[in-house]
């Protein structure tokens, strides 16, 4: 055991309430209990903040905590006062008298943790307040911003590599929950911890059941995607433009959803009054752009749903994340379709961005399209983008659940394409399936594409089944999309389809979600409602328990969760302690929540008997 390892122990037990340390957890504490630097990547809700907050409270002096968000900084430090922990925030949120006392409190030793936006630590006042104080770390949370190729670059972040020159004694952390090898290295690079230790865990979340549909009806294909997992459950949508956002906001709430918008164009106090409501509430929906959710510790989130494609598979990975925090089963569903594959690709294409770092966005479009339209398991494919192998298919995304039916379309796909070539490589997916299929109206009689030896050859196939084909095609790279005209151009890697040497199998599109997967999703492992392991009265009592926690959450005004996640409740609705001995052996409960809480929830736990 090593020296740091057996008051690591003692703090995660008696401050923060669990039993045993999870995957690296205690590798990663130790290292830097021990003065070490540290790279550590570990899924959202895989216990990253314990990997700095356990050593700041073990090792001598404030742990500073770099975070890009006010919202995140604010809800980490209620977090962390519920438990008695001496923490505190300076952000633009923070008058000048409340300011200087904290600098106070840090310059007298205190704090254990304070938490600083990378604009405000890397000017003069706030170095020198280091100067003057004992540092015991640095953690430099969200680090994929540091990366030109990560998802969310700040350019503020690549001055903190001033941390290593100013203060080399002080271990340094950067984590994030989503880098793939790129992005891994040019953190290292960018933060000078090219020397750190690299911890790097799985990137599995198994409780969240991934699923991608084909948008026919996008607003109620999520309705009923809503209606029959998540009706009264808290959720994230995205969407790529504000105007859409707006939009289905509005329409969510005509049909009796609890929704609000949250984007970028919103009055700054509108935002944040619409954040702090989904921070409160059990059941309301957010409608966002990706402006919305990078460092929100939200647990109960039960669903994150796509409206429109995410800008690359580490974006995916990152907006998923945000559902299931707490370990409880949650979806992550996405539609999309061929105006999405287009549109992304017509974005990449006119973009200023160099050569190089169009090459690179390419490459991650083309694994994000080759994840939407994959027939094996969507878990294999997302952890395989990160270099992660997953021996056997996960049995908990619907190409599991439902199974994909694949079929030789080598000669569909040759009319396909000869209908791009012969009518001049100049238009998109609509017209062309009117070629294919026949249709003699005004546009294709004007054109003379009624006399082409493609008219007609595809009417076998329904128009539908023909979008399937186009979109696979763009997703395989054997069509690009015009910046200007939007037509449909054949690329090199067509040609040997084109001329039939080569064979060519495509998924065939499900007509609708089988009986069977939706039965799946009800009773598995994707349902995400609340408290989906409990029957009976177990399940009376956790909402009785709910209840006492919005109770108390209230008079304090705070989130419910920072009281109890919904997994100690579930837990402590399946166990019903009767004292404060077994009520002090649940996880998550602390000596402070012991202390502070143990009487009213065990008064509701005897007034349900």
Request: charged share 25%.
């Amino acid at each position: 055991m090593s020296a740091g390892e057996e008051p690591a122990r003692r703090v995660l037990r008696s401050v923060f309430g669990f039993h045993e340390f999870r995957g690296l957890q205690a590798d990663v504490i130790n290292h830097v209990i021990a003065g070490g630097d540290a790279l550590v990547l570990m899924p959202t809700g895989g216990g990253k903040s314990l990997c700095y907050q356990i050593p700041a409270l073990v090792r001598p002096g404030v742990a500073v905590v770099v975070s890009p968000l006010i919202a995140l900084m604010r809800d980490q430090v209620e977090s962390l006062r519920q438990l008695g922990v001496r923490a505190a925030y300076l952000n633009s949120t923070v008058d000048w008298r409340e300011a200087m006392e904290i600098e106070r409190a840090v310059e007298a030793g205190t704090l254990d943790l304070l938490y600083v936006a990378p604009e405000r630590l890397v000017t003069p006042r706030c170095l020198e307040l280091f100067d003057r104080s004992r540092l015991a770390l640095f953690a430099l949370d969200e680090a994929h911003c540091v990366s030109q190729w990560g998802h969310d670059f700040r350019p503020e972040y690549l001055q903190l590599s001033l941390l290593h020159e100013r203060y080399p004694a002080v271990p340094r952390l950067a984590l994030t929950a989503t880098a793939d090898q790129r992005t891994r290295v040019d953190i290292a690079s960018q933060l000078g911890l090219e020397e750190a230790r690299v911890f790097l865990t799985s990137f599995d979340r198994p409780n969240i059941t991934y699923r991608v549909t084909v948008k026919e009806n996008p607003r109620q294909q999520l309705l009923s995607f809503l209606k029959e997992n998540h009706p009264r459950d808290a959720g994230i949508i995205y969407c790529m433009s504000r105007n859409k956002v707006d939009e289905t906001a509005a329409w969510l709430a005509a049909q009796g959803r609890e929704a609000l918008p949250y984007h970028a164009g919103l009055p700054a106090a509108t935002r944040d009054a619409h954040q702090d409501r989904f921070i409160r509430s059990d059941s309301l929906v957010m409608v966002a752009t990706i402006a919305f959710g990078m460092g929100i510790d939200k647990p109960d989130v039960r669903f994150v749903a796509h409206l429109d494609l995410p800008k690359s598979l580490e974006a995916y990975y990152q907006e998923t994340g945000r559902a299931g925090r707490d370990g409880l089963p949650a979806n992550a569903w996405m539609a999309y379709g061929m105006s999405d594959v287009v549109l992304v690709r017509q974005l990449l294409d006119a973009s200023m961005a160099s050569d190089a770092h169009k090459h690179a966005e390419r490459v991650k479009l083309s694994a994000l399209l080759g994840y939407c339209e994959t027939p094996g398991c969507r878990r294999q494919a997302l952890l395989g983008y990160f270099g992660e192998a997953l021996a056997e298919p996960c049995g908990n995304c619907d190409t599991c659940l439902d199974e994909v039916a694949m079929w030789d379309a080598s000669v569909a796909v040759q009319k396909a394409l000869s209908a791009i070539y012969r009518t001049g490589q100049r238009f998109g997916s609509g017209h062309l399936i009117d070629v294919l299929r026949g249709e003699a109206n005004e546009r294709a009689l004007r054109l003379g594409h009624d006399r082409l030896k493609t008219f007609g050859v595809g009417a076998e196939h329904s128009k539908r089944e023909w979008q399937g084909i186009y979109r696979q095609l763009i997703a395989l790279g054997l069509i690009s999309v015009d910046v200007e005209t939007h037509g449909f151009q054949l690329t090199d890697a067509a040609m040997p389809v084109l001329k039939g040497q080569e064979k060519l199998y495509l998924r065939r599109d499900p007509l609708a979600e089988t009986k069977r997967g939706l039965k799946e999703a009800r009773r598995g492992r994707g349902k995400g409602a609340a408290a989906p392991s409990l029957a009976g009265d177990d399940t009376s009592l956790f909402e009785a328990l709910r209840r006492t926690r919005a109770e108390l959450a209230k008079e304090q005004g705070v989130p419910a969760y920072v009281i109890f996640h919904d997994s100690t409740l579930e837990e402590m609705a399946r166990c019903r302690p009767v004292d404060l001995t077994g009520f002090a052996t649940l996880t998550g409960v602390g000596a402070r929540k012991l202390e502070r809480y143990a009487d009213a929830f065990l008064e509701a736990i005897r007034d349900f008997r």
